[in-house]
T-cell receptor, first 115, second 109 residues
């Protein structure tokens, strides 16, 4: 079992550009959540996808959008990048049928640097 | 926004000692989870405690939950150098995981 995989590992982009990050969930999981973690902070919830729909969203602007594919993998897109978008982006997968009391498995993250 | 606050922000102990980290949160929850993060990489799930549980053990880990005080604690017994990491509590209420800012634990050999 490969667990949760994210790509790329590191990325450098210029202000104003757009970026796409990818996540493949753990086998058997159907739900993908994305988190942004700034240096020295805890992860902050961006949004969650289930059955190819955005199920919940945190306090992030519309520049942050996502997608989930029929195979449960997911993409996070960020448009019009700002310097403040520099962070570690984490993907977590879980099985919604487990209800709220289920653990999430995290990928190793994508380190995005905006210059 | 952050739900909880971990205390202390940083902790340095000798190998073999116990480490205790505390977490406070603000709203009602379904469960509270603790995660570990090494060197800014992915988070590893440690333990989940449900809102109707008061204490839970897993190996060298002991977690307590006091919903009346909206607080939890994580105890790591007989710490090892490999326990050096950041530890986060995360609550699950009506939203997925809401994390605190974490405690940086350094275990000195």
């Amino acid at each position: 079992d490969a667990g949760v995989t994210q790509s790329p590992t590191h990325l450098i982009k210029t202000r104003g550009q757009q970026v796409t990050l990818r996540c493949s969930p753990k086998s058997g999981h159907d739900t993908v959540s994305w988190y942004q973690q700034a240096l020295g902070q805890g992860p902050q919830f961006i949004f969650q996808y289930y059955e190819e729909e955005e199920r919940q969203r945190g306090n992030f602007p519309d520049r942050f959008s996502g997608h989930q594919f029929p195979n449960y993998s997911s993409e996070l897109n960020v448009n019009a990048l700002l310097l403040g978008d520099s962070a570690l982006y984490l993907c977590a997968s879980s099985f919604l049928g487990g209800g709220w009391n289920t653990e999430a498995f995290f990928g190793q993250g994508t380190r995005l640097t905006v210059v | 926004s952050q739900q909880g606050e971990e205390d202390p922000q940083a902790l340095s102990i000798q190998e073999g000692e116990n480490a205790t980290m505390n977490c406070s949160y603000k709203t009602s929850i379904n469960n509270l989870q603790w995660y570990r993060q090494n060197s800014g990489r992915g988070l590893v799930h440690l333990i989940l405690i449900r809102s109707n549980e008061r204490e839970k053990h897993s190996g060298r880990l002991r977690v307590t939950l006091d919903t009346s005080k909206k607080s939890s604690s994580l105890l790591i017994t007989a710490s090892r150098a490999a326990d050096t990491a950041s530890y986060f509590c995360a609550t699950v209420g009506n939203t997925p995981l809401v994390f605190g800012k974490g405690t940086r634990l350094s275990v000195i050999a």
